[in-house]
């Protein structure tokens, strides 16, 4: 699928691997609409490349309805591309030193990572399927999802996050062979050690010995390399209902 001239909505594109896919759309000729909870992130984002910003909650499903309303009110159709960056990271133990539980920290961030990009998922899907098919093989539209490598490596303390973003990669395949009537795709990214905010404050020598556990190439991602796979995912439609590691051949140690 070409992506001049169709529309895309990313979430969390305020920032992050988000800020960097939004861009990366909209310099391929894509018109854009940029939603995050930072709604002053947003709109910083969009006012760089023409886009539209949208304060919204992914985990808030009238929010979503609402964001895809005026999105499409906005583009003249609904989208093509939706990419979900959205999410929450957290790290906590079943039970801490103390005993205490993390039960509400468990359910938040499932709420966020997994239920939140269902919600956006379905709304896609909804839409998409009401487009013109494109093409020979009728291809309406694809969603691309956030995983992350701790869906296969989670280290202590993030079995909430390795939960979520499990569920996001479990969800491809199923859905992809349920919308595969309408000519719509469905992946998902599981990235690596990639150069976050978080990472950015970590002191240098921390920062060094993480790198040096990462085989090759030897650095944390960029941003940029999540927005490139999102690209090299919508023009290949042989891509489906699959999770793709984009890690550097890192594998995450128990701790």
Known sequence: MDIQGYSAIVTGGGSGLGAATARHLASLGAK???????AEGAKEVAAEIGGLALHVNVADEAQVAAAFEE?????????????????????????????DL??????RTLEVNLVG?????????KA????????????????INTSSVAYQDGQLGQAAYAASKGGVASLC?????????SGIRIMAIAPGLFATAMAAGLPEEVQKGIEANIPFPPRFGDAE???????????????????????????LPPR
């Open 117 to 125: 990009t269902y919600i956006m998922m379905s709304h896609a899907i």
């Open 128 to 143: 998409m399927a009401a487009l013109e098919p494109l093409g020979q093989d009728g291809e309406r539209g694809v969603v």
């Open 32 to 38: 854009v609409g940029v939603l995050d909870f930072n």
């Open 71 to 99: 999105f499409i009110g906005w583009s003249g159709e609904a989208p093509r591309i939706v990419v979900s960056c959205a999410g929450v990271g957290t790290a906590a133990r079943v039970v801490n030193r103390d005993g």
């Open 102 to 107: 993390s039960i509400d920290k468990f359910r």
């Open 173 to 181: 395949l199923p859905v992809a062979r349920e919308t595969a009537r």
């Open 225 to 251: 390399d999540y927005a490139l796979l999102v690209e090299q995912i919508v023009r290949n439609k042989m891509l489906n209902g699959s999770t793709i590691r984009l890690d550097g051949a890192v594998r």
